[in-house]
């Protein structure tokens, strides 16, 4: 796991190659933590062309696997300082690279019968990678590996440059240009928005995107393909786009072209389901330890996280059922009973073998970490998770390099209340005319017991009789939104948003207009026969959760919080091959009897006992309301004072004070409400604005 970044631009021969290799290293320091165990660049000025990496080494850490790579005459070239790599062929491949290819060693057998590839010089899949390019085209490269990836590969043969990201969106890649004319325009790239700020013609803050921030307030993250700078984007998940040094002069960008598509192969696993449920065990059973045991291929020590929870103790037990030696797990603790799972997890630990290390969550952690997370993201991002997240990542990276984590299991598996209750609520409000439900949502917006005893019966019915209390009163606001949501996918985004009208000034916000922007659902659903409508639609929603809040917010928060302190994480749920056989699961085995996730539970119970399977999931949380109110309200106060707030222009003011005081006067101690979940978003762009403008 690693950091790449770079440029492409106009071709310099004879020029000072000192301005452009500042430059990369200016690009390269702002990604240093992501790999702190070796650094390099490389600019070619007859093509314009600056690579640099930051290296985790995590197989053959000997410098036989330092990048940049370059393959020369047939052979790998890794880069390093002084070498003469800069004056060799014109024709030379190149290669940065951030991620893990597990089944590397298998690609190189195949390279070796059908290119006639002999004399490797390294161990390392970066190697492997590069080779696979040059011979097969990245295409197929991509298509044969089993891993997750974003690299920057240069075809010193058609002198193209080609951006790549595996198929779930596990490991980020940024692009945008910067340059106002054919002579100075340059096409930016890396594994991290930062870095793409330390480049001297980044146009900064004063570039921000008024409709990518208004999704990042409805959302808690800026979905892909946006950035919050206008011009810059994300990679989708599953994309290659090639560039040519034509296309950088005209300041012009071909699409992306989807090489797999999460959409295509739900329709296609929907289309032809597993029918005999024990055969359909069987089979996610033997590909989930082979995605486990997969994801063993390390030089360094590795160990897992254990949060007592569905998904992670399955990943622990299966990789501890694969190993001859007790594996290291990790979780953290918290001082508030509804989000610790500390006793279960080490209890789940002590039942398997496992090396277990728990640390617990406290107020002060919070506070110390709060006001760094505008450091740690290079976008705002409002996941409260990303505090445990970064802390567990923190207290693994003193033991092992890398983790395994259980992430993808609700997402594949339909473990969100949303997945469970959404559709059969839908079906009875859907039905209501739409003026009759305005009403009623109108009388709800204004509180008290009535309105909230005719919500209720209205719902409730929808809901399992012993949590319907719970549910309804904690999804209230959410209920009300979703009142007046005009079809089944603004349902879907009144359950899923955290403001339901950005809290945007009036002269920023102009350019925006609702609905605020959805998850990516890209044309392969649409295609579906009959159409996304005609899906169910609690497949509907899983399918949106794979391919815009698992890659935007998940996994983007797992990497950024794990490679803030260097650990690789690795998610075997999220094995392409897992994935499509998740959706050829009848749909007993995903969702039952008011239960999500049902045929994971069914594999945990081969492993651990019956009482620890059953155990309510508590969910890998923090105490939001509480904090937000006692130990760090200083710190909240400061970040919504109306001087800070108003300072840059961009927020509305009265609206997030009138939230906070509404936060303050709230009597929920659910933990996670929705008025802290809408400050800590407001907070955290704060801290993140505040980042970018002390630099």
Same mark, same amino acid.
């Given at each position: *796991?690693?950091?790449?970044?770079?440029?492409?631009?106009?071709?310099? &021969?004879?020029?000072?190659?000192?301005?452009?290799?500042?430059?990369?290293?200016?690009?390269?320091?702002?990604?240093? #933590?992501?790999?702190?165990?070796?650094?390099?660049?490389?600019?070619?000025?007859?093509?314009?062309?600056?690579? +640099? #990496?930051?290296?985790?080494?995590?197989?053959?850490?000997?410098?036989?696997? +330092?990048?940049?790579?370059?393959?020369?005459?047939?052979?790998?070239?890794?880069?390093?300082?002084?070498?003469?790599?800069?004056?060799?062929?014109?024709?030379?491949?190149?290669?940065?690279?951030?991620?893990?290819?597990?089944?590397?060693?298998?690609?190189?057998?195949?390279?070796?019968?059908?290119?006639?590839?002999?004399?490797?010089?390294?161990?390392?899949?970066?190697?492997?990678?590069?080779?696979?390019?040059?011979?097969?085209?990245?295409?197929?490269?991509?298509?044969?590996?089993?891993?997750?990836?974003?690299?920057?590969?240069?075809?010193?043969?058609?002198?193209?440059?080609?951006?790549?990201?595996?198929?779930?969106?596990?490991?980020?890649?940024?692009?945008?240009?910067?340059?106002?004319?054919?002579?100075?325009?340059?096409?930016?790239?890396?594994?991290?928005?930062?870095?793409?700020?330390?480049?001297?013609?980044?146009?900064?803050?004063?570039?921000?995107?008024?409709?990518?921030?208004?999704?990042?307030?409805?959302?808690?993250?800026?979905?892909?393909?946006?950035?919050?700078?206008?011009?810059?984007? @994300?990679?989708?998940?599953?994309?290659?786009?090639?560039?040519?040094?034509?296309?950088?002069?005209?300041?012009? %960008? /071909?699409?992306?072209?989807?090489?797999?598509?999460?959409?295509?192969?739900?329709?296609?696993?929907?289309?032809?389901?597993?029918?005999?449920?024990?055969?359909?065990?069987?089979?996610?059973?033997?590909?989930?330890?082979?995605?486990? !045991?997969?994801?063993?291929?390390?030089?360094?020590?590795?160990? !897992?996280?254990?949060?007592?929870?569905?998904?992670?103790?399955?990943?622990?037990?299966? *990789?501890?059922?694969?190993?001859?030696?007790?594996?290291?797990?990790?979780? *953290?603790?918290?001082?508030?009973? =509804?989000h610790d799972e500390s006793a279960k997890a080490a209890a789940i630990a002590t039942h398997l073998g496992t090396r277990h290390t728990h640390l617990p969550v406290t107020e002060a952690d919070a506070l110390a970490l709060a006001a760094d997370m505008g450091r740690l993201y290079d976008e705002p991002f409002a996941d409260s998770s990303q505090i445990p997240t970064h802390l567990v990542s923190r207290l693994a990276r003193g033991h092992v390099a890398v983790c395994l984590s259980g992430d993808g299991g609700d997402e594949?598996?339909?473990?969100?209340?949303?997945?469970?209750?959404?559709?059969?609520?839908?079906?009875?409000?859907?039905?209501?005319?739409? /003026?009759?439900?305005?009403?009623?949502?109108?009388?709800?917006?204004?509180?008290?017991?009535?309105?909230?005893?005719?919500?209720?019966?209205?719902?409730?019915?929808?809901?399992?009789?012993?949590?319907?209390?719970?549910?309804?009163?904690?999804?209230?606001? @959410?209920?009300?939104?979703?009142?007046?949501?005009?079809?089944?996918?603004?349902?879907?985004?009144?359950?899923?948003?955290?403001?339901?009208?950005?809290?945007?000034?009036?002269?920023?916000?102009?350019?925006?207009?609702?609905?605020?922007?959805?998850?990516?659902?890209?044309?392969?659903?649409?295609?579906?026969?009959?159409?996304?409508?005609?899906?169910?639609?609690?497949?509907?929603?899983?399918?949106?959760?794979?391919?815009?809040?698992?890659?935007?917010?998940?996994?983007?928060?797992?990497?950024?919080?794990? *490679?803030?302190?260097?650990?690789?994480?690795?998610?075997?749920?999220?094995?392409?091959?897992?994935?499509? %056989?998740?959706?050829?699961?009848?749909?007993?085995?995903?969702?039952?009897?008011?239960?999500?996730?049902?045929?994971?539970?069914?594999?945990?119970?081969?492993? %651990?006992?019956?009482? %620890?399977?059953?155990?309510? @999931?508590?969910?890998?949380?923090? &105490?939001?309301?509480?904090?937000?109110?006692? &130990?760090?309200?200083?710190?909240? =106060?400061?970040?919504?004072?109306?001087?800070?707030?108003?300072? #840059?222009?961009?927020?509305?003011?009265?609206?997030?004070?009138?939230?906070?005081?509404?936060?303050?006067?709230?009597?929920?101690?659910?933990?996670?409400?929705?008025?802290?979940?809408?400050?800590?978003?407001?907070?955290?762009?704060?801290?993140?604005?505040?980042?970018?403008?002390?630099?």
């Amino acid at each position: *796991m690693c950091g790449l970044t770079g440029f492409l631009g106009p071709a310099t &021969p004879g020029a000072d190659p000192r301005p452009y290799t500042d430059i990369l290293d200016a690009m390269s320091r702002r990604i240093a #933590h992501r790999g702190p165990d070796g650094a390099g660049a490389v600019y070619l000025p007859g093509l314009g062309l600056g690579l +640099a #990496h930051t290296r985790l080494a995590i197989l053959d850490p000997t410098p036989a696997g +330092a990048q940049p790579m370059a393959l020369v005459d047939g052979a790998a070239v890794p880069h390093s300082p002084g070498s003469s790599v800069q004056s060799t062929s014109s024709n030379a491949s190149w290669i940065v690279y951030n991620g893990e290819i597990y089944n590397h060693m298998d690609i190189r057998r195949r390279l070796e019968r059908e290119s006639n590839i002999q004399g490797w010089r390294s161990g390392c899949d970066t190697e492997t990678l590069l080779a696979a390019c040059a011979a097969w085209g990245v295409e197929k490269a991509v298509a044969s590996a089993v891993g997750m990836f974003a690299f920057a590969y240069w075809d010193g043969s058609s002198r193209t440059l080609t951006l790549a990201r595996d198929r779930m969106g596990l490991k980020p890649l940024a692009y945008g240009f910067v340059g106002g004319n054919a002579g100075e325009r340059a096409l930016l790239f890396a594994s991290e928005i930062t870095s793409l700020e330390a480049h001297p013609q980044f146009p900064g803050l004063a570039n921000l995107d008024a409709s990518a921030l208004a999704s990042f307030f409805c959302w808690g993250c800026v979905p892909a393909p946006a950035t919050i700078y206008t011009g810059f984007h @994300k990679l989708p998940p599953g994309c290659l786009l090639t560039i040519r040094p034509q296309d950088v002069r005209e300041g012009t %960008l /071909p699409e992306p072209h989807q090489y797999y598509s999460v959409a295509r192969l739900a329709a296609a696993g929907l289309a032809d389901p597993l029918v005999d449920e024990d055969d359909a065990v069987e089979r996610m059973e033997d590909a989930l330890q082979c995605a486990v !045991a997969d994801r063993l291929l390390s030089d360094v020590p590795l160990g !897992a996280f254990l949060s007592g929870g569905t998904d992670s103790s399955l990943v622990a037990a299966l *990789m501890q059922r694969a190993s001859d030696r007790p594996v290291a797990t990790f979780t *953290m603790g918290s001082p508030h009973p =509804e989000h610790d799972e500390s006793a279960k997890a080490a209890a789940i630990a002590t039942h398997l073998g496992t090396r277990h290390t728990h640390l617990p969550v406290t107020e002060a952690d919070a506070l110390a970490l709060a006001a760094d997370m505008g450091r740690l993201y290079d976008e705002p991002f409002a996941d409260s998770s990303q505090i445990p997240t970064h802390l567990v990542s923190r207290l693994a990276r003193g033991h092992v390099a890398v983790c395994l984590s259980g992430d993808g299991g609700d997402e594949l598996f339909g473990g969100y209340n949303r997945h469970l209750f959404g559709p059969a609520i839908w079906r009875r409000i859907g039905g209501v005319p739409f /003026p009759v439900r305005r009403v009623l949502a109108a009388i709800l917006a204004r509180g008290g017991e009535s309105a909230l005893d005719r919500a209720y019966r209205l719902i409730a019915p929808a809901l399992p009789p012993e949590r319907r209390q719970m549910l309804f009163r904690q999804k209230a606001a @959410k209920v009300r939104r979703g009142l007046l949501a005009h079809d089944r996918e603004a349902f879907y985004r009144a359950l899923a948003a955290l403001w339901s009208e950005p809290p945007l000034s009036a002269q920023f916000g102009s350019t925006t207009t609702p609905p605020w922007p959805q998850p990516r659902m890209t044309a392969g659903l649409e295609e579906s026969p009959g159409g996304a409508r005609a899906l169910d639609f609690g497949d509907w929603m899983q399918a949106a959760d794979q391919l815009g809040y698992l890659p935007d917010d998940i996994l983007a928060k797992v990497d950024r919080a794990s *490679m803030a302190v260097a650990l690789e994480v690795r998610v075997p749920l999220l094995d392409h091959r897992v994935v499509e %056989l998740a959706w050829r699961l009848p749909r007993s085995l995903r969702m039952n009897h008011g239960h999500g996730k049902t045929i994971l539970r069914t594999l945990l119970s081969r492993h %651990l006992p019956q009482e %620890l399977v059953d155990q309510p @999931k508590q969910g890998f949380g923090v &105490p939001l309301a509480d904090w937000l109110r006692g &130990p760090l309200r200083p710190w909240v =106060e400061e970040m919504l004072a109306p001087a800070s707030l108003g300072s #840059h222009g961009l927020l509305d003011v009265r609206a997030i004070q009138s939230e906070w005081r509404r936060l303050l006067a709230d009597n929920d101690r659910s933990g996670i409400n929705a008025p802290a979940m809408r400050i800590w978003a407001v907070c955290m762009f704060q801290a993140w604005y505040a980042e970018r403008t002390s630099r």
